[in-house]
């Protein structure tokens, strides 16, 4: 340990010690801080390197832990003693009878109806942001291209102006609904083809073209660059390179650079194209959020604002200086991930972020929330601080740094406020000492996974969950409520060679162990079916289907938590095992690619989701 360079990592808000999921502290070796330092451009390699870096670091108050007075994030009056609930999905994910193979904004109109005729109050969704529609291979919704900007793929194509007059492939289209998966490389292939066809003939609608005016210039030079980026990405994968601009030649990864301008001159239909995207994708999620509310919802959307974006997308070429090249954001190792976690996702900078006074994130709130009623913030301790990976180095190597604290509570209370918009904060896995105080103090509602609610080896019951929080059964990063109970997780695991297929039968039986505690969580609220009493007590195994009366007791339990917002997955009402994500796998499973096995159309006729939506109607009624 350096007692200098810890002092200089210090004012560059580098922690060099952490406190592990474990509760053991770590100290962070002097080779890891250097090479943070180094990617946020500071030279340490001589104690006069040190001394002088020192002396020229650019002050930051990183703040104390605790929150920033006179401000908190918005809860409506109705909420604020009160409670509610609704229904989350991933809107890829969804089934219809007339979408093009992947769920798009009139499935999710259309479940935001039929949720609100159950009671709901919101519908969640995965990270709506832009990818890299040149690549539809990068699909994952957490490493976004930019934040600011929609996915087109969500398009609804029979929702744009002059949609009835294209010549589909019904044969073509048939296949992509028919698929398990989304097969998003044709998926995409098709969509294009038809927005391009429908693009042609938009000009000939003067109202339109004046909405798409309108909405170019509102959103300016972002949106201009955005779709810049785009039609050169089309471009270079074209010409067989890489999507992100890491791979592209030299004079294109400027975006001031001759070359980009000379470009924007000769393809400029194509980059009016993909602005044009962007305005039919605002049109449609506005809409969506606008039929949530008619149909009686009081919140409507509730979005997802991914932790960061990907290192070589639209944002990081707009703006190289809002985030740190060299450094890559993740997660300490843990109970799941022994070596760590390495997302890919680029940090933002501390310094920009202060010399700009923190427009940038307030920006990206902004732009996130203008459709939508409530918020969740992924990995909310980014507030704090977040875990970097310098280049070069594993995940076990990385180091915490810290955020200006009360500088990004305040922006976030701010656009709450402004959009009038509940916040949920994703607080899982390592969180440090203090913050979910703050968070309850501030109105950022805790995420509550009855998975993990637990004291020793116990599931806590529903008095046990604080009343600003969001409570659920499980995530996208966890098996669904069936998946977990028939143990598919764990086989799922060791077919894929994350657990050594010899401890799976240890595995099984703990699982078993679990469920009766589950089933005692139960009893203890009294609510155990009378028909799972003796697989509480073990005098008979429990089968491997979940019966629905347990999966609709624990619905009604977690409804009657005190928490503010209960929100229930898509994928638990009709009984789904197959899970979203494995952390940690990328080809191994089809993360983000799995369609839920009922058609939205067709969800009312589903009896485990009438039966759950009732109990928790029952547990939770409408109140004015």
Not at 1 to 24: F, Q
Not at 103 to 110: H, Q, Y
Not at 249 to 262: K, T, W, Y
Not at 600 to 610: D, I
Request: proline share 6%; aromatic share 10%.
């Amino acid at each position: 340990m350096n007692p200098d360079l810890d002092r200089l990592a210090g004012l560059y808000g580098i922690e060099s010690t952490y406190v592990g999921i474990d509760g053991k502290r770590r100290d962070v070796r002097d080779e890891a801080k250097r090479a943070i330092l180094r990617a946020m451009g500071v030279w340490t390699e001589t104690e006069q390197d040190i001394a002088e870096a020192a002396r020229c670091a650019m002050p930051i108050d990183f703040g104390a832990m605790e929150a920033p007075a006179g401000i908190r994030c918005f809860v409506p009056p109705w909420l604020k003693d009160g409670r509610t609930w609704g229904v989350t999905c991933q809107v890829y994910a969804l089934r219809s009878g007339r979408n093009w193979g992947i769920g798009d904004f009139e499935d999710l109109a259309r479940l935001a109806e039929i949720a609100a005729a159950e009671g709901a109050d919101f519908v969640g969704v995965n990270p709506l942001h832009a990818l890299f529609l040149a690549d539809a291979r990068r699909f994952s919704p957490f490493s976004p291209s930019n934040r600011q900007f929609l996915n087109p793929l969500y398009i609804a194509v029979d929702g744009v102006p002059g949609a009835a007059a294209l010549d589909l492939d019904a044969a073509e289209l048939d296949e992509l609904r028919a698929s398990d998966r989304v097969l998003y490389p044709l998926v995409a292939l098709a969509k294009k083809r038809a927005l391009e066809a429908l693009f042609e003939a938009f000009g000939d609608d003067e109202a339109n073209v004046s909405a798409f005016q309108a909405f170019c210039a509102e959103h300016g030079q972002p949106l201009y660059l955005h779709a810049l980026f785009e039609a050169i990405s089309e471009r270079m994968v074209a010409d067989g390179r890489w999507s992100g601009w890491h791979g592209w030649p030299a004079e294109f990864q400027d975006h001031g650079s001759l070359a980009v301008r000379n470009f924007a001159e000769e393809h400029e239909d194509r980059v009016t194209f993909h602005a044009w995207l962007q305005f039919i994708a605002d049109r449609q999620l506005a809409e969506a959020q606008r039929r949530a509310i008619a149909a009686g919802m009081r919140i409507g959307l509730y979005v997802d604002l991914a932790v960061g974006v990907a290192s070589d997308g639209s944002a990081t070429w707009s703006d190289p200086a809002l985030t740190v090249p060299d450094a890559r954001i993740g997660a300490p190792p843990d109970f799941f991930n022994a070596a760590g976690q390495d997302w890919g996702i680029a940090p933002l900078s501390p310094a920009t972020l202060v010399q700009r006074r923190f427009e940038p994130y307030r920006t990206a709130l902004d732009d996130v929330l203008r459709r939508a009623g409530a918020v969740r913030i992924d990995h909310a301790m980014s507030l704090y601080r977040l875990y970097w990976i310098a280049s070069g180095f594993s995940a076990a190597d990385g180091v915490y740094v810290r955020y200006p604290f009360q500088d990004m509570l305040q922006s976030l209370a701010e656009i709450s406020q402004a959009r009038h918009a509940i916040v949920i904060g994703e607080d899982l896995g390592v969180v440090p000492e203090g913050f979910r105080d703050v968070m309850a103090a501030m109105d950022i509602h805790s995420y509550r996974v009855f998975f993990f609610e637990r004291r020793d080896d116990f599931f806590l019951p529903p008095d046990a969950y604080p009343h600003a929080s969001m409570a659920c059964i499980s995530i996208h990063d966890l098996p669904p409520l069936a998946g977990w109970w028939a143990g598919h997780d764990l086989e799922t695991r060791a077919a894929i060679g994350m657990n050594a297929p010899e401890d799976l039968p240890a595995q099984q039986e703990s699982r078993a162990h679990e469920r009766r505690r589950m089933l005692g969580a139960l009893a203890d609220a009294g609510l155990l079916p009378a028909e799972a009493e003796a697989m509480m007590r073990g005098d008979v195994d429990a089968p491997c289907a979940l019966p629905p009366e347990v999966a609709v007791a624990l619905h009604r339990f977690m409804a009657r938590t005190p928490s503010r917002l209960f929100a229930i997955p898509l994928d638990d009402l009709v009984g789904a095992i197959e899970q979203v994500n494995i952390p940690g796998t990328t080809d191994e499973h089809p993360n983000w690619q799995m369609k839920l096995e009922v058609p939205v159309e067709r969800l009312v006729e589903t009896a485990l989701y009438r039966a759950i939506c009732r109990a928790v109607r029952e547990e939770r009624p409408k109140q004015a």
